[in-house]
Structure formats: structure tokens, C-alpha cells
């Protein structure tokens, strides 16, 4: 039995730069849902900052409408964020590298297998 040590090492090295690869992913995954976690935690402020103003404005008879719209745009944008950092519901050919919908089981550019 002959060992190749230089297709070995070859082996090696694209194994280890296909889990690099894949831990990026990850983190860069993870830094997405933090992100996206804290956006719901400010929406979720915002929201009650909006409550006790009604409730102020309610309770004392005060007009509080311009502090109220404030927090509506404010809402508004966070949410508008939260849309915009929605995962892609996306995945990547093997083969040819299209973008194609995550349901699907064939890559509608070169017709490869894609992993469901």
C-alpha cells in the first residue's frame, strides 16, 4: 500500500478550508441574529414608550401627539430594519454557484442536485 503524503496534505488543506469556510458562516450567521435580537428588544421599547405616552396623554389631558408620532416613525424605521435583515431564504448551487430558493431540488441554471 503507497501513501501519497502531498495528496494527503492536499486533502487535509481542503478540508480544513472547507470548515473555515463554514465556521464564517456561522459567526457570520450568529452576528446577523444578535443583531436582529436586538432590534426586536428596541421595537419592543419603543412600543412602550408609545403606551405610557397614550396613557399620559389620556390621563392628563396633555397633548402629547408630536412625541407619539416620533416614536411611531422611529417603530417604523426598527421594523423596516428587522424586514431588511431577514435571512435570504436562499441557497447556493454547488456546481455553478446560482442563488436559487431554498425548496427547490435542482438548480434552475445548470440543473445540479442541490442538497434539501
Known amino acids: 500500500m503507497e501513501f501519497n503524503f502531498d495528496s494527503i496534505v492536499a ?3 481542503d478540508l480544513f478550508d472547507k470548515a473555515s469556510t463554514k465556521a464564517g458562516e456561522a ?19 419603543k412600543y412602550t ?40 431564504k436562499v441557497k447556493k448551487c454547488p ?5 436559487c430558493a431554498k425548496d427547490i431540488a435542482f438548480c434552475g441554471k445548470c440543473g445540479a442536485k442541490l442538497d434539501v
Open 49 to 88: 414608550e408609545l403606551g405610557k405616552a397614550y396613557y399620559a396623554e389620556k390621563m392628563t389631558g396633555t397633548d402629547r401627539s408630536y412625541a407619539m408620532d416620533k416614536l411611531v416613525d422611529e417603530i417604523t424605521e426598527i421594523k423596516f430594519k428587522l424586514e431588511e435583515s431577514e435571512p435570504k
Open 27 to 45: 459567526i457570520d450567521y450568529s452576528k446577523v441574529q444578535i443583531d436582529r435580537s436586538q432590534l426586536r428588544v428596541k421595537l419592543k421599547e
Open 11 to 13: 486533502g487535509a488543506k
Open 95 to 99: 456546481q455553478c454557484g446560482a442563488e
